[in-house]
């Protein structure tokens, strides 16, 4: 496997980008359509939202534009964001949809100028049911999760950066918190969605069940969702336990760690979180006396009356109970999925990461970490099957590993070394579209979006 051509994509993606005098005209009449406060020109505010977590990767900086977005604007509700797309149709500019700019591929920063829509001021709540939550695109996790527990139930589902919008990681996220439980936000997370099409319908479509695919971590090429009905669960009362274990030389290297790390994945009910670090990567945190160093780190967010078991378990693997704390779910998070990588390349820039799956990261982790310079390997609990018949299948660990960055071959070649063992990597160097449903996506795309004005670049013949 090779680095994608996205210097080449880029250039293509920037040929698109409008004139001066179509730029002002629009913004003319988006400040008469929406109200000057809606709209800026102005160059902080443009590259402020022309920007997301890309700089996790050393390669993706490089070949991203420092061709900020020419508009932004901040609809309040559906029917700016319907208004602003519309004149952005007519007048032939691309339009970035953005939610609070967390991703971290580089999939919301606009490849060829236009108008950036931030959808984070429609951030309301609209209504909690029994088994669902409806919600603006633009309402934070904390907000939904707030809503949910007023109601006695909770999100089944959430990323690590909880600030982020709903909007924002069903289009461009994959899952988190509730993942061991629930699988991917594609695996029925999204009841429904308020989809804008360009040029849009006289309002948002609603979208239904698994026609909601195609919108999903889709980088909002198929339409911007204005609103979202989304799958909670009834409460539970979570407490965060962080354990220890011995580390030794040898093969039998963290089998202590790993053994209750696979026990906690299989508790009923469902953990919300497991994640697994070696000593090295431990290193790489801020100091925490329940993380002490030179030990295996087992983290996990579970039901309050598994506390017990789970004491029985790490205790029985060798390890260590070094905290349990009733208010420590949101703590936990920060450790887990591409946090870590946030946390470990603040600590060691010359790291890089690659997101990775399968039954080798457990049955042969010292072949894994040998595909890269110096790597380290962090895991999480996932679902990575659906089994409706046995919802305790699939369940396994996905994580990110961790080597020293020396140069793109390397790493291409590191990711083909793991494709040989079986792990499935997923390219967190890339901003293109991928993945089964790529093809239900263009297809999509081309219906909703015929003449290609949605975030551009995104395919990888773009
Ligand atoms: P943005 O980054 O603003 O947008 C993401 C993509 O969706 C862009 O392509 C954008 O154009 C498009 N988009 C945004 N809003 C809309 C809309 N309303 N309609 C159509 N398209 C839209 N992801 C996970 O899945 N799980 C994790 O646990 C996780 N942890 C992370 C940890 C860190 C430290 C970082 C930096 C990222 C992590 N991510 C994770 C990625 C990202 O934070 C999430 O996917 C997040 O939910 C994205 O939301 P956002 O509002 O920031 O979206």
Redesign the pocket.
Known sequence: MSAPPLADVAARAAQRAPDAATVATLADSLSRALGPTQVSTMEAARRAAST??AH?SPLLPVVLPDRPADIVVNPRDAAGVVTAVRLAHAAGVPV?????????YG??VPLAGGLVID??QCDRVLEVGEGWIRAE??AT?VALEAAARQRGQELTML???VG??I???????????GSIQHGW?WDGFALNLDIVGCPPAEGPVTVHGGRCRP?LH???VT????AVTVRLAPARDWEAVLASFPAGPGPDHGAGALAAARALLHLEPAPRLVSLDEPDLVATYPADAAMPPGRYSLRAIVDAAAVGLVREIVAGAGGRVEAVRADGAGYL?TF????V??RARRARPDLVHLQVSGEALVADGEAVRAALPGAMLHLDGLRLFLDRADPARGRHFGGLLLSRFQDAATLYRGIDRLSDLGVQVVDPHSWLLDGPALADIRARAAANDPAGLL?PG?FPDS
């Open positions: 997301d977590f996790l970035t949809p953005r939610g609070r700019g967390t991703g971290n999939q919301a959808l984070s695109a633009g996790f990323p690590t950066t982020s919008t909007g924002g990681f069903l289009a461009g996220g994959a899952g988190g918190l936000l919108y889709a980088y909002g339409g911007l969702i204005t998070a887990a999925f591409n946090h990588t946030l975030n995104r």
